[in-house]
């Protein structure tokens, strides 16, 4: 099998075995945000980062939700690195923004943190910020062993099929997986523009 037939074959392996109820519950808990009044924060690192900000878009334009991500102002994110270090970046955001328990943290990531491996640790230091306020937590997320997992009111797992392309599939489906919740007939406020021109 080549490397695409291989890749789009662990791409549907994805989709056939990706847990559908824990992407309802997902749903659910954007509807008593929004119900609350309360806004999505959403914070990834790298490609999940880029992620976030498109994210920020669609759940502000189709969804109608208030939501930011720390990443999109590049001014504050390299100050608060230089200034205060990298590990309390996004949880020093957090708390700019009154974080608060209407709220809701949206983790982008591949492994989800892990200190021990320090391996994104301002998501962790983010997230038990986020506990400590009793902010709602979600995640979109590669593997069952980090810390987004651990401590997530849902979090979704893209099936890790592959460890040879891990990062490029739990990326690619975070998009797919966020897109299919925005446009969800219960999450949808706004017109998308291509699907309104007939």
Request: contains cysteine.
């Amino acid at each position: 099998m080549s490397y695409i037939d291989e890749y789009f074959a662990d791409a549907q392996r994805i989709i056939d075995t990706i847990d559908r109820t824990v992407i309802a519950r997902f749903i659910e808990l954007l509807l008593q945000v929004r119900t609350a009044g309360g806004r999505l924060f959403f914070l990834g690192v790298g490609g999940s980062a880029a992620n976030a900000s498109h994210a920020v878009n669609d759940f502000r334009k189709i969804g109608g939700f208030e939501s930011y991500a720390p990443t999109d102002n590049v001014s504050e994110l390299t100050a608060r690195t230089n200034d205060e270090g990298w590990e309390t970046t996004f949880e020093h955001w957090l708390r700019t923004s009154r974080l608060s328990d209407k709220d809701m943290v949206i983790i982008f990531s591949v492994g989800g943190g892990d200190l021990e491996r320090n391996v994104s640790p301002n998501l962790v230091r983010a997230l038990s910020y986020a506990k400590s306020v009793n902010a709602k937590i979600t995640g979109i997320v590669g593997r069952h062993g980090g810390y987004t997992a651990k401590v997530a009111d849902v979090c979704v797992i893209v099936p890790p099929v592959n460890p040879d392309t891990l990062t490029p599939h739990a990326e690619a489906f975070q998009a797919v997986i966020w897109h299919l919740i925005v446009t969800h007939p219960t999450i949808r406020s706004g017109a998308m523009k291509w699907e309104s021109i007939r």
